[in-house]
């Protein structure tokens, strides 16, 4: 007899507040394994965006709301020891459209102690203004500006004993193209204009350990980050070099047989990219002289120096005690989840609640 795959529907819902923004994130996602050790995994979510801000596309600054809908598709085929996927993904907006297809391919060795994964990846993205009919970014005799992403990622990870495991990233991303908002504007200088080549690095680590007699689990992450614009040395002439230390512990304690608790506390430290300047305290720091050929000067305040602080709760239970209730029975094989995050921000987005809630049942 054919044993059942781990067919299952995920159904989350986000929302996300800062005094200016709103964000509503519904998601849906289905897993199917079909035989012959392939699998799928589908998703489609919303994104509905409320904000006050210019720079979400308004002449002025005044409420405004945007829908983000993203469908994706992956395909998986499982081997002995080798696992292989292939996914597309499509995000459209009223003036942002994305197409990205990524591919891993990962390997266990040494007894199925390591695992090692690379993936690949390629995003393609158009973006057209609202309110400027030829955007600068633009080639003529387009009136649409594009970005173009490649990504490749390599990670190690290792059973260190029979409660203990040990995981290194790497990965680079090489960016081509507009990467501001075709909205946002600099005080004396007009639409921004950021550098148009960016390569991204990252590394990472993570450790887990788990306690057998208490039920709990713990993890520590860290990573380091870092840019630069290709081609150019380590010097201040590259309008980049952005440093950013992220460190991030959890700690997961069951509370009985099907009730998990979760807590998580993350801190975020960067620098601000070399180019960019804080208009929001002095509107004239951008200077002629101070900016590189061709200029390059931007107001977006992702690229300035960020401190974060994010804790969150986060419960887990598991509904296999509802087998004895009439009509719920039919809930008893889900997994239900609930969080709560606070971000901790010095920019001017300020700080934010995140709410999260989700289910998974199989089918």
């Not at 990573?223 to 950013?244: I, S, V």
Request: glycine share 6%; proline share 6%.
């Amino acid at each position: 007899m054919e044993a059942r795959g781990a067919d299952q529907v995920t159904v989350r819902g986000a929302y996300y507040r800062e005094p200016s923004t709103r964000v509503i994130q519904p998601v849906v996602d289905i897993q199917k394994d079909l035989p012959h050790g392939v699998d799928l995994d589908a998703h489609y979510l919303v994104d509905a965006i409320t904000s006050a801000s210019a720079a979400a596309g308004t002449t002025k600054d005044s409420i405004f709301t945007e829908v983000r809908n993203e469908v994706a598709l992956a395909v998986g085929k499982n081997w002995d020891r080798t696992r292989a996927t292939l996914g597309y993904r499509y995000s459209a907006e009223s003036d942002y459209w994305s197409h990205g297809l990524g591919g891993s391919l990962a390997g266990r060795f040494w007894g199925d102690t390591a695992t090692v994964a690379l993936s690949l990846g390629v995003s393609l993205d158009t973006m057209s203004s609202r309110d400027r009919p030829s955007p600068d970014c633009a080639v003529a005799p387009h009136t649409y500006c594009t970005l173009d992403s490649y990504f490749a990622g390599l990670s190690y990870t290792q059973v260190l004993s029979p409660v203990a495991v040990a995981q290194v990233d790497g990965e680079i991303a090489y960016l081509d193209g507009f990467q501001g908002n075709l909205y946002r504007q600099v005080p004396g200088l007009g639409y921004e204009k950021p550098p148009d080549q960016r390569l991204r690095n990252a590394v990472a680590g993570r450790f887990a350990y788990y306690f057998p007699s208490s039920s709990t689990g713990v993890q520590l992450h860290y990573r380091f980050y870092w840019d630069l614009f290709p081609g150019t040395a380590p010097t201040p002439t590259d309008p980049w070099l952005m440093r950013a230390h992220t460190i991030e512990a959890r700690v997961y304690q069951k509370l009985s047989r099907s009730l998990e608790v979760r807590l998580l506390y993350r801190q975020h430290l960067q620098n601000r990219a070399q180019f960019w300047c804080d208009v929001t305290l002095n509107s004239s720091c951008y200077q002629p002289v101070a900016m590189s050929s061709p200029p390059t000067y931007s107001a977006d305040p992702k690229l300035g120096p960020i401190h974060t602080e994010y804790p969150e709760v986060k419960l887990v239970w598991d509904a296999d005690g509802l087998r004895a209730v009439p009509f719920l029975r039919w809930f008893s094989a889900a997994t239900f989840e609930i969080s709560y995050g606070y971000y901790m921000q010095n920019d001017s987005f300020r700080n934010a609640h995140v709410l999260q809630a989700g289910a998974t049942m199989p089918y």
